[in-house]
T-cell receptor, first 108, second 113 residues
Framework: KNEVEQSPQNLTAQEGEFITINCSYS?????LHWLQQHPGGGIVSLFM???GKKKHGRLIATINIQEKHSSLHITASHPRDSAVYIC??????????FGTGTRLTIIP | NAGVTQTPKFQVLKTGQSMTLQCAQD?????MSWYRQDPGMGLRLIHY???????DQGEVPNGYNVSRSTTEDFPLRLLSAAPSQTSVYFC????????????FGSGTRLTVV
């Protein structure tokens, strides 16, 4: 069965801290997506990666294909980073399976 | 650029009623998909389409129909609404599901009473 697991479910940190959110999946995938869902409910695509590492501003996403694991890092976290972060794995070419999300709260 | 437009944003239905959730994109994306999001669960794929005239089922297709007559539009039809279909629905599109990120609509919050 295609499964995606995220940890932690909830994360509270102080402003400025380095944040890591983890995602593991059960079998081989075509690609791994990281999404951000704001308190208002909108979903934004952050990264899509199939190998290595990608960086955008203070966000970094990595994937280890052999270990079936991906991480999302946030450097110098800010209260505006507070959101739900979701990883989703593309099994085959057409169907995304989503993790249940990590609720991140950054305290000023 | 409008991106992905979903309508309506909110809807209340009575059990047994039918309705269509609209999804339109102006990015000429071939891939479009519908998801539902329920508390405590990840988003789940309902139906998807890899191009005009082509649709296929996702993880939770029962009770929903789709069609893709144009590249731009991908409506989701609830044939006979049930309380179990109370959820938030998202439409998303991508130029290519294997190589590009997804653009999501703003969601439709549906309540079936």
């Amino acid at each position: 069965k295609n499964e995606v697991e995220q940890s932690p479910q909830n994360l509270t940190a102080q402003e400025g801290e380095f944040i890591t959110i983890n995602c593991s999946y059960s079998v081989g995938i075509s690609a791994l997506h990281w999404l951000q869902q704001h308190p208002g409910g909108g979903i934004v695509s952050l990264f899509m990666l199939s190998s290595g590492k990608k960086k955008h501003g203070r966000l970094i996403a990595t994937i280890n294909i052999q270990e079936k694991h991906s991480s999302l890092h946030i450097t110098a976290s800010h209260p505006r980073d507070s959101a739900v972060y979701i990883c989703a794995a593309l099994f085959g070419n057409e169907k995304l399976t989503f993790g249940t999300g990590t609720r991140l709260t950054i305290i000023p | 650029n409008a991106g992905v437009t979903q309508t309506p944003k909110f809807q209340v239905l009575k059990t047994g009623q039918s309705m269509t959730l609209q999804c339109a994109q102006d990015m000429n994306h071939e891939y479009m998909s519908w998801y539902r999001q329920d508390p405590g669960m990840g988003l789940r794929l309902i139906h998807y389409s890899v191009g005009a005239g082509i649709t296929d089922q996702g993880e939770v297709p029962n009770g929903y129909n789709v069609s893709r007559s144009t590249t731009e539009d991908f409506p989701l039809r609830l044939l006979s609404a049930a309380p179990s279909q109370t959820s938030v629905y998202f439409c998303a599109s991508s130029r290519d599901s294997t190589a590009y990120g997804y653009t999501f609509g703003s969601g439709t919050r549906l309540t079936v009473v």
